[in-house]
Every structure is written in structure tokens, then in C-alpha cells.
């Protein structure tokens, strides 16, 4: 049982009673019956990537149901570009059976390898293309799920219209399994992109980003699939953990953004005078442009899809480079484009009076940032004044109109967020629609939601 009670940063540690490990819909459904007629608390757990200790029992009084054996893709649908996945399928098992039907399965992100549709839909996860794509909830047209009484609730229709009463899928979606147990869930596939342009750019300042990224969203017609900022210590960091890592420049940007841009369109993917492609050409276009407004010191443009994909792995190491590096507090926020650059100049210079060093990573585009303190050189984390710096970030953040959690979800670490920064009203109709659906608090207790 060892492996399912704890999570993949180390961070949370639970027991339980046992681990339940149904293979299909029925036996979900039979299993959350008998846990309710004992009263029995039930966990639902998929690849225990998450970051927040949602998928943890708690008290040993709980069983864990394990998704992971109910990982059948029942359907990909290529005229209606769709496809059924059972909540067990691991989400790079996913992207590769769309790839051999020439579509893509858009949600991306470094846990692809091991984290599963079930827990994606449940955390709403975000990702690197959320930018052009959105979110796991975005993606989703149906879902079918097991209820707190074991009742199944089944609207795989794949439907993009259906208004017809509250829409429980968006419920069940990013309630980290407090309402239900996801069991399968239909998403939109995309067209397969023919040509990619990805690249490293060092921008003179961060408040450039947004109109860099609108620009590169006009000029290649919305083709954005990626754009993240990745700071120097971030780079120096994944470095760190990972000596074969190469820098994408020579001098390392203290403001840093990883783009992709791409297109299923054949007019891009032809070749352009220069030898590359019409859309690689119309990306340097913009490139040289912004250079000679002074606004990019330097930038490369990746040349093979080795390097491509060199970049790619660069920014989904960023986690485990931070994880490396030491004791860390890692936050999950957004902002509105506009306040990023802002609220990182003012918290950069207040942390680092109080002896921090930052880690910070995000995926830009979708104002979402991972703004992580660690110790700054010389200085021992445990009498640096954690607490004085989360009161003003989250202080600094709700006054920029942000959120304390973009894309991870609350599971058990950000409960007092919860509490302190949600107003009454908000918390009381999610514990009314809580009560109402789980009266005996049996689904993933102590998760997501303060219920005192
Ligand atoms: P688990 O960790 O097992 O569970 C997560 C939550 O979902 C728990 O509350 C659990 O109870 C619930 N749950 C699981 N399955 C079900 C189900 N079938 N029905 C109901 N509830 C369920 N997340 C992002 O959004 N963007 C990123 O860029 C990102 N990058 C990451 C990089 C790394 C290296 C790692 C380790 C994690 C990253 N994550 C990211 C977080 C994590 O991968 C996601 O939250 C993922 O969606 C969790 O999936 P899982 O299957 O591992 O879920």
C-alpha cells in the first residue's frame, strides 16, 4: 500500500484502510455504495502527481480508490474530433493515440508521463498551451462519474451544445474529487500542427511580454501554443539538477520566455525564401523588428527538432530543478497580464530584503506564475521569515484582482488561502453544493473546501 499514500513531491505522507483498485464504471459504482452505506470516507487517486496533497488520505479512516486500472481509450471519433478516455489514462498515452489519428490531444505539461485524465479533469490542469487551447475544463464535452451515493451520472454525449440544466461536468471538474468520482470523460482533439517554430528569447524587460505576445499572436494568426517565462535562476536551477541541460543562450536573460508557435495550415508550413518555413519566417520578422526597437537584446530560434525539443524538456524540468535546490515555498498564482511585471519587481526587491531568492517559473501566457522563494545565498531557510513573505504576496496579489491557485488546485496546502481569501459568500454556497451532494462528507474529506 506504501506507494499510494504519499504523492510524487514527498511532501504529503497519509494512511488508510485500503486501496481499492476497480477496473470499470460498475465496480466504482458498487464500491462508493458499500463505503456509503458503512460510512466510509473515500479518496480517488490517479497518477499522485498533484501538487497540493489533494490525492493523500488523511486519517487512515479513509480508503483510497485507485483509477489507474481503468485505463481503456474507449473511442477517438475523427469526424467529430473527439475522444473517450477512461479517467485511468495516463495523459501522454493520450497525446500519442490522438497523434496516430493526425490530431493532438492539446493538454500538456511536465507530469504527462505518469498523471492521468482523471486527476487532469479533477485539478482542471493546466499546462504549457493553455494559451491557445485552455484548460483541461476547457477541453472537456462530456463526462460520466460515480456520485457520493454511488449513483452514475453518464453524459458522454460529446456534445459542444447542451443546455439543459446545471452543467454537472463543470462541477465535477476542479472539485478534486470532493463531489464525485470522474470515471470517463470525452475531449476535443485539435489539428495536428504541420510546421512548429519554437524558440528562447531574452527580453530587456518583463513589462514587454504582453504586447510581445499579442504581437506574435498577430502576426502568425493566433498560433501560439507556448509562451513561458523562465528567469535566470530558474534556468540556473534545472542547470544545477541536471548538468546535461544546455542553455538556450550564452548569456542567460534574467527575463526569459520559451515560445512555440504552430500551424496546421499548409501556406505556413511551406518553404519560405530563406529555407525555413512561411511561419518560422514571419516569427523572425517580428524578432528582428523587436530588436531594433531595442526591446530584444537576443533571442534563438530552435534549427532541428532536436533542439525543439531540447527546450521543451529544459521547461518541463523546472519543477524538479526547483525541487533540487533546497527548501522552498512554491506558490500556484495569476495575475492579469498587465500586473506581472509589476508584482514581481515589487516582490522581488521586498523578498530579497527578507533574505529570499527566487525561483520563479510560469507559463506567461496565461498570467499564471509559479513565484517560488528559496534561501538566498549564505541564508538558513528555517529562520528566514516565511510567513511575513506569504501575508505580503498574497496581500500584493489580491490587491492585483489575482488567484492563489491558477492551475494546481487546493487539496490539503492551500486551505487556509481558502478561508482567509475567499469571501463568505463564495464559501458558503461551495459548502451548500458540497452538503447538498455529499451530505456525510465522505468524498475526499479535509480537501479543497474548509467546511467550518
Ligand atoms: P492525483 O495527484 O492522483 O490526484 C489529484 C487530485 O484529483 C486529488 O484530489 C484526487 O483525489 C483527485 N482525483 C484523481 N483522480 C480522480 C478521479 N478520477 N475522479 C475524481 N477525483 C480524482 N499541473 C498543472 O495544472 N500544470 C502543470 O504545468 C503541471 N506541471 C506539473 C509538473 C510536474 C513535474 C508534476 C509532478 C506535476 C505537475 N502538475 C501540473 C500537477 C499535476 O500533474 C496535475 O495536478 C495532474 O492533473 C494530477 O493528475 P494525477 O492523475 O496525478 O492526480
Known amino acids: 500500500m506504501a506507494p499510494y499514500l504519499r504523492d510524487w513531491t514527498g511532501q504529503y505522507q497519509g494512511s488508510a484502510i485500503a486501496v481499492l483498485r476497480p477496473r470499470s464504471t460498475d465496480e466504482v459504482a458498487q464500491l462508493v455504495r458499500l463505503c456509503a452505506e458503512a460510512g466510509i470516507a473515500v479518496v480517488p487517486q490517479g497518477g499522485r502527481t498533484g501538487l497540493a496533497g489533494g490525492g493523500v488520505p488523511l486519517d487512515g479512516r479513509s480508503v483510497i480508490l485507485s483509477?489507474?486500472?481503468?485505463?481503456?481509450?474507449?473511442?477517438?471519433?475523427?469526424?467529430?474530433?473527439?475522444?473517450?478516455?477512461?479517467?485511468g489514462v495516463i495523459l501522454e498515452t493520450a497525446q500519442n493515440a490522438a497523434l496516430e489519428q493526425g490530431l493532438v490531444f492539446p493538454l500538456t505539461f511536465g507530469a504527462k508521463g505518469s498523471c492521468t485524465i482523471g486527476g487532469a479533469l479533477a485539478t482542471n490542469a493546466g499546462g504549457s498551451n493553455v494559451v491557445r487551447y485552455g484548460t483541461t475544463r476547457?477541453?472537456?464535452?462530456?463526462?460520466?462519474?460515480?456520485?457520493?451515493?454511488?449513483?452514475?451520472?453518464?453524459?458522454?454525449?460529446?456534445?459542444?451544445?447542451?443546455?439543459?440544466g446545471y452543467d454537472l461536468r463543470h462541477l465535477l471538474i476542479g472539485a478534486e474529487g470532493t463531489l464525485g468520482i470522474i470515471t470517463a470523460a470525452v475531449f476535443k482533439l485539435a489539428p495536428a500542427p504541420k510546421v512548429r517554430v519554437a524558440g528562447f528569447l531574452a527580453l530587456e524587460d518583463l513589462a514587454h511580454a504582453p504586447s510581445l505576445l499579442n504581437r506574435m499572436q498577430d502576426r502568425t494568426g493566433g498560433a501560439v501554443e507556448a509562451f513561458e517565462y523562465m528567469p535566470k535562476p530558474m534556468i540556473a536551477a534545472i542547470q544545477r539538477a541536471f548538468p546535461d541541460i544546455r542553455a538556450p543562450l550564452d548569456t542567460l536573460p534574467e527575463t526569459g520566455i520559451f515560445f512555440e508557435v504552430a500551424s496546421s495550415r499548409d501556406a505556413d508550413a511551406a518553404e519560405a525564401e530563406g529555407g525555413g518555413s512561411r511561419l518560422e519566417e514571419d516569427v523572425l520578422g517580428l524578432?528582428?523588428?523587436?530588436?531594433?526597437?531595442?526591446?530584444?537584446?537576443?533571442?534563438?530560434?530552435?534549427?532541428?527538432?532536436?533542439?525543439?525539443?531540447?527546450?521543451?524538456?529544459?521547461?518541463e524540468s523546472a519543477l524538479e530543478g526547483v525541487m533540487h535546490n533546497?527548501?522552498?515555498?512554491f506558490t500556484d498564482i495569476s495575475l492579469p497580464l498587465n500586473k506581472?511585471?509589476?508584482?514581481?519587481?515589487?516582490?522581488?526587491?521586498?523578498?530579497?530584503e527578507m533574505g529570499f531568492a527566487t525561483l520563479t517559473v510560469g507559463h506567461l501566457g496565461d498570467g499564471n506564475l509559479h513565484y517560488t522563494l528559496s534561501a538566498a545565498k549564505g541564508q538558513d531557510w528555517d529562520s528566514l521569515p516565511l510567513a511575513k513573505a506569504k501575508a505580503l504576496i498574497f496581500d500584493r496579489l489580491q490587491a492585483a484582482g489575482g488567484s492563489f491557485s491558477a492551475e494546481h488546485g487546493i487539496g490539503q496546502s492551500k486551505l487556509d488561502l481558502m478561508r482567509q481569501l475567499k469571501t463568505p459568500a463564495q464559501l458558503k454556497a461551495m459548502r451548500a453544493v458540497k452538503r447538498a451532494l455529499d451530505p456525510e462528507n465522505l468524498m475526499n474529506p479535509a480537501k479543497l473546501i474548509p467546511m467550518d
Open 138 to 164: 476547457e477541453l472537456c464535452v462530456g463526462i460520466e462519474a460515480v456520485m457520493p451515493d454511488g449513483a452514475v451520472i453518464s453524459a458522454l454525449h460529446g456534445l459542444r451544445k447542451d443546455n439543459t
Open 287 to 315: 524578432l528582428e523588428a523587436l530588436m531594433e526597437e531595442g526591446a530584444l537584446p537576443d533571442a534563438m530560434i530552435a534549427q532541428t527538432e532536436q533542439q525543439r525539443l531540447d527546450l521543451w524538456h529544459l521547461r
Open 340 to 352: 506581472i511585471a509589476p508584482f514581481v519587481a515589487e516582490m522581488d526587491q521586498a523578498v530579497a
Open 326 to 329: 533546497g527548501p522552498a515555498y
Open 67 to 87: 483509477l489507474e486500472r481503468m485505463n481503456v481509450i474507449r473511442t477517438v471519433d475523427t469526424d467529430a474530433r473527439t475522444m473517450t478516455l477512461e479517467a
